[in-house]
């Protein structure tokens, strides 16, 4: 895989109580992602980021919201989230404090 691709894979985390129980009881981590990512480049976006082993990745495809502004209706934009499951013994601390 293309390094540059990889940089370019994930997003940003996506923090939400959800994701932070996911990370607490299962080990998983939450990320936006590219639409057009597949798991293969989301794994090693990971792993080659963070220096970490994943064990798994789910992808989810959230639909954009329908919303209204007045008598304008318009949508949010479509986009993908990633559930990535660590390997016993590896971490990502988001948080920055030792």
């Not at 990370?23 to 090693?44: N, S, Y």
């Not at 993908?80 to 016993?88: F, N, Q």
Request: aromatic residues 6%.
């Amino acid at each position: 895989m293309n390094r540059e691709r990889l940089m370019q894979i994930l997003l940003a985390p996506h923090i939400s109580e959800k994701s932070t129980t996911c990370a607490d009881d299962f080990g998983q981590h939450v990320f936006r992602v590219l639409p057009d990512a597949t798991k293969r480049e989301i794994k090693g976006a990971v792993e080659d980021l963070f220096k970490v082993k994943v064990e798994s990745v789910n992808v989810v495809s959230v639909k954009g919201k329908r919303k209204r502004h007045g008598k304008q209706a318009g949508s949010r934009n479509d986009w993908k989230k990633a559930y990535v499951r660590l390997e016993s013994g590896h971490d990502i601390g988001f948080t920055g404090a030792e």
